[in-house]
């Protein structure tokens, strides 16, 4: 089910990116994320956090019975100078935990195949959550609605990785890139280097209602470049 993009919507899926940046054995123990009534009743699946650098990877993966949604969500770099390292580094960081995350999103989709199916993340979790999303899009047996949620996220490939990206969007199979004028995050790694990065479309600069959407290269209209941007200043600019 479509959700139209609104302050409540980008402040929920906020909630989660934030949310993965504090560590806990079960969705009670965070303290955070029992101040929102929004992921409040969120029943965590599974959590993971590799520690085997360059591959650290942070994210959980759970059921929202109340929002019929499944949602996945990856943590974001500590550093903003980790966006800087190429997509030999983004990758095998979604690989390090991509057999965990699929294997509990696998059984979630069994158990409420007509839920939503939401990936979510915060600057370099944004990457991660993009290929995520990207390889669930290609599984068009196994999923129904899948949605891709995304602040402050860094350039994931080349212009023909962007062409691509764009080519599986549809009215199932959506993506929305939040960015903001004052993070840098969006410009990195520079469309100047070699490999000539390139975003994907959908942009939405925040905030809202005051929002305009932008195509796959970042221009002053939708940012520029600043300081990093954590999670609550995203929700804080959008509500």
């Given at each position: 089910m479509s959700r139209p993009v609104t302050t409540n919507y980008l402040s929920h899926y906020g909630h989660f990116a934030n949310a993965a940046y504090h560590r806990f054995e079960s969705w009670s123990d965070?303290?955070?994320?029992?101040?929102?009534?929004?992921?409040?009743?969120?029943?965590?699946?599974?959590?993971?956090?590799?520690?085997?650098?360059?591959?650290?990877?942070?994210?959980?993966?759970?059921?929202?019975?109340?929002?019929?949604?499944?949602?996945?969500?990856?943590?974001?770099?500590?550093?903003?100078?980790?966006?800087?390292?190429?997509?030999?580094?983004?990758?095998?960081?979604?690989?390090?935990?991509?057999?965990?995350?699929?294997?509990?999103?696998?059984?979630?989709?069994?158990?409420?195949?007509?839920?939503?199916?939401h990936f979510v993340g915060h600057s370099l979790g944004g990457a991660q959550a993009t290929l995520a999303f990207l390889e669930a899009v290609s599984d068009t047996s196994s999923f129904g609605d899948i949605r891709l949620v995304t602040f402050g996220a860094p350039r994931v490939g080349n212009a023909v990785f962007a062409?691509?990206?764009?080519?599986?969007?549809?009215?199932?199979?959506?993506?929305?890139?939040?960015?903001?004028?004052?993070?840098?995050?969006?410009?990195l790694p520079s469309s100047l280097l070699p490999k000539h990065y390139m975003h994907s479309d959908q942009e939405t600069p925040s905030a809202l209602p005051a929002h305009s959407r932008c195509s796959g290269t970042c221009t002053t209209t939708c940012t520029i470049p600043g300081l990093a941007l954590t999670v609550p200043e995203y929700i804080r600019q959008s509500e």
């Open positions: 965070c303290a955070p994320c029992q101040e929102f009534d929004d992921i409040a009743q969120f029943n965590l699946t599974a959590a993971w956090s590799t520690t085997t650098m360059p591959a650290f990877s942070r994210g959980f993966v759970g059921v929202h019975s109340q929002r019929q949604e499944v949602v996945v969500v990856y943590r974001g770099t500590t550093h903003p100078m980790d966006v800087l390292a190429d997509s030999q580094v983004i990758q095998p960081r979604y690989m390090a935990s991509r057999e965990i995350m699929k294997d509990a999103l696998g059984k979630l989709v069994m158990e409420y195949p007509t839920y939503d199916v062409q691509y990206a764009n080519a599986q969007l549809s009215s199932k199979h959506s993506a929305l890139r939040v960015t903001h004028e004052s993070d840098i995050i969006p410009h």
